[in-house]
């Protein structure tokens, strides 16, 4: 596990452990052994599968690709967790990955174990037909271990529906006769997925934010008016105002939520800035952004390059540098493109007072700590961007009923379910110094640690 996920989750075992409320039955020696026992367990996956796929290219070369699926913890329900296509994927990095999922599903209390997987590959590099070998190689060479109550797979970076459709198509050929559209969820609607799903993640991730700013202060701000907390000091700067954003990642999360903050009427947004793997994009009084995604979904997902284009196309934005969406002067900035962009040696130049972390670990451990000190608020990735694995649920849940719920109808459980979730912190964050991906993390390793016990796998 990575050192971040890995110390906080030690973290909060320690504090776990020293709350004699918590587990009284376990006293003394055992219950020092008991928490020895789930500090192992948390800290490293059950199961690491590694593949080399042999693809043979549409030149006739024969290569092998590196792949993994990591299990992390089943204790909740069947592994669950996307796949990731990047160039930089390793074994470190997916166990992380793998680690946040048995976090984020016992936070949000979805009855999944974390699992991750990732092939390393930049798939742009590759034709339809070879990315649609690599992934039915991957089902073959992983086949023993997925299944829609072992182990499902989901979109990750760089795999969508299209990949999904293939995967579970691969998943039916070799398991002719079984259930399989639990297989994978993040799959197209023709093929057995969820309405909504699409969408979810980046809709959390705002649902989020404005759940936290808007209804949840409006609703507490009597309470909190005064509070020496420097978290609630922060939201309470904000109530009522107007909030200017940036968005770092316009993919699939990004774009959804800054569509999401562009159209949201609860609170007065400005949308300034949104950027991907080429650009930054700026405009002071607020982006067109429906322009921006029409322009993304014609042009393979990217955002215009050049002043030249922007004119063409009619939109006002001053071009800047892919990392200067980072450190514009703005309220809030949502983190949706990729890990560690936020370090120890840039953290001095962000101004954004809250950050959402529609990515996993956009932010390091050190940055993270410096952001807390000085009472910046950071909805985390455990919290912020599990709307994809709650729809992804739903998805499962539909799969094995074959009876499909409307887009409003999963759009209103998603929300219900991450207000939940929140409702159940937001108390304690705002009433304790303890930054909230501390809280996330307490209680997710509550979770995790009762049904261990209860289960009985901590002796
Ligand atoms: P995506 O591939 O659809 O989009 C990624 C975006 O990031 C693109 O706009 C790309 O141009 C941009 N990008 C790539 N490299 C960049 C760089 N160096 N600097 C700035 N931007 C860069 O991916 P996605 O599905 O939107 O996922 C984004 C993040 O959200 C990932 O960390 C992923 O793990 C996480 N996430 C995704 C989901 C989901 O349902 N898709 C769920 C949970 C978490």
Redesign the pocket.
């Known amino acids: 596990m990575a050192s971040q996920t890995g110390a906080i989750v030690q973290q909060s075992l320690h504090a776990l452990m020293g709350d004699p409320a918590f587990l009284p039955q376990l006293r003394g020696e055992l219950r020092e052994q008991s928490f020895q026992s789930l500090a192992a367990i948390l800290s490293t996956p059950n199961k690491v599968h590694k593949a080399f796929l042999r693809i043979a290219l549409g030149g006739g070369n024969v290569v092998r690709i590196p792949a993994f699926r990591i299990q992390h913890n089943d204790a909740l329900g069947p592994y669950k967790g ?1 796949i ?1 296509f990047h160039e930089t994927v390793n074994e470190d990095e997916v166990t992380n ?1 793998a680690a946040l999922m048995t976090l984020k599903n016992a936070l949000h209390e979805v009855p999944f174990g974390g699992g991750k997987g990732g092939v390393v590959i930049n798939p742009r590099s590759y034709s339809e037909k070879e990315l649609y070998l690599i992934c039915k190689k991957y089902v073959q060479y992983f086949s023993d271990v997925l299944g829609p109550d072992k182990d499902i797979p ?5 795999t ?1 529906e299209r990949e999904m459709d293939w995967m579970m198509a691969e998943y039916k050929n070799i398991n002719p006769g079984s259930p399989y559209l639990g297989s994978f969820t ?1 799959k197209s609607i023709v093929s057995g997925g969820s309405l909504g799903r699409r969408e ?2 980046g809709k959390g991730v705002y649902f989020t934010f404005r759940y936290m700013l808007h209804d949840f202060l409006k609703e507490h701000s009597g309470s909190l008016s005064g509070s020496d907390n420097p978290f609630a000091k922060t939201a309470l700067s904000y109530a009522g105002k107007p909030m200017s954003v940036a968005v ?8 959804v939520a800054a569509l999401e903050a562009y159209k949201c009427s609860a609170l007065r947004n400005r949308v300034v800035a949104v ?4 650009v930054t994009l700026y405009n002071e009084e607020g982006l067109d952004i429906p322009a921006l995604l029409a322009f993304a979904a014609a042009n393979k ?2 955002l215009p390059t050049s002043p030249e284009t922007l004119e063409e196309i009619g939109l006002k934005a001053r071009v800047l540098g ?2 200067d ?1 980072l450190y514009l002067g703005v309220d809030v900035l949502f983190l ?4 560690d ?1 936020i370090r120890a040696d840039n953290v001095a130049e962000v101004k954004a007072r809250i950050i959402v972390e ?3 670990a ?1 932010i390091t451990g050190e940055a993270d700590a410096a952001l807390a000190e000085s009472g910046t608020i950071i909805i985390p ?1 455990i919290l912020a ?5 709650i729809v992804s649920y739903f998805e499962w849940l539909q799969g094995r009923e074959t009876q499909f719920y409307t887009e409003e109808e999963i759009y209103k459980l998603l929300f219900a379910k991450m207000q939940k979730t929140m409702n159940g912190i937001l108390p304690a964050y705002f009433g304790d110094p303890l930054p909230l991906r501390q809280n996330c993390y307490v209680h997710a390793v509550m979770k995790l640690s009762s049904v261990l016990y209860r289960q009985g796998k901590l002796y």
């Open positions: 996307g990731r990955l989901a979109p990750d970076m760089g969508g993040g979810a993640t770092q990642g316009f993919g699939n999360v990004g774009s950027s991907d793997r080429n997902g990217d892919r990392e969406v949706a493109a990729l890990e962009q529609g990515a996993n956009p990735d961007n599990a709307g994809g694995v």
